[in-house]
């Protein structure tokens, strides 16, 4: 079972932040936050990770919460093209155990 | 750029057939992953690979079976394909790694329809 929950959906104004929020309350110390997305007719697309610090990288931005039961994944500038599913996991760095995803977040940007 | 190509995006097939789906990646990952998805369920696990001729099971490998006899290239085989396996099929492999992240990348799936 996925270890993480999100809101099923959400709408964002075309240019406006997107903050998607995802709880993981049951994460363990050495747990990561990964977040991938899938457009539309495409496989999944790796975002961002993160452990306890806040992360930024050309795509999105990552806010996790210090009791670390919570985060963000910030669009600071959504475009009609970021329109997707996002998905929140929770795993280990490393190793050989494959992702489990949850049912994720549609966020529809609006022109 | 890696690139996981999955042998069709579309395929139709008839129940009682048995169905192979190809998938190969290009940069020597060493492991690589089946999923399906349907909607409302999101992504489940099959079958996954942790290198050549190595396979687990997943969350959901009943009537699938899979095949990695080169490392390139991972199978996902439906013995006899039943119309509950009508579904998106997607691919995905990751380069095995300790103490540094790598992610998983995905091939576009294959859509997958059993009449």
């Known amino acids: 079972d996925a270890k993480t929950t999100q809101p099923p959906s959400m709408d964002c104004a075309e240019g406006r932040a997107a903050n998607l929020p995802c709880n993981h309350s049951?994460?363990?110390?050495?747990?990561?936050v990964y977040w991938y997305r899938q457009i539309h007719s495409q496989g999944p697309q790796y975002i961002i990770h993160g452990l306890k610090n806040n992360e930024t990288n050309e795509m999105a931005s990552l806010i996790i919460t210090e009791d670390r039961k919570s985060s963000t994944l910030i669009l600071p500038h959504a475009t009609l093209r970021d329109t997707a599913v996002y998905y929140c996991i929770v795993r280990v760095l490393s190793g050989n155990t494959p992702l489990v995803f949850g049912k994720g977040t549609r966020l529809s940007v609006i022109a | 750029d890696v690139k996981v190509t999955q042998s069709s995006r579309y395929l139709v097939k008839r129940t009682g057939e048995k169905v192979f789906l190809e998938c190969v990646q290009d940069m020597d990952h060493e492991n690589m992953f089946w999923y399906r998805q349907d909607p409302g369920l999101g992504l489940r696990l099959i079958y996954f690979s942790y290198d050549v001729k190595m396979k687990e099971k997943g969350d959901i490998p009943e009537g699938y079976s899979v095949s990695r006899e080169k490392k390139e290239r991972f199978s996902l085989i439906l013995e006899s394909a039943s119309t509950n396996q009508t579904s998106m099929y997607l691919c995905?492999?990751?380069?095995?790694?300790?103490?540094?992240?790598?992610?998983?990348?995905f091939g576009d799936g294959t859509r997958l329809s059993i009449l």
């Open positions: 049951t994460i363990s110390g050495n747990e990561y």
């Open positions: 995905a492999s990751r380069k095995y790694g300790t103490g540094k992240l790598q992610p998983q990348h």
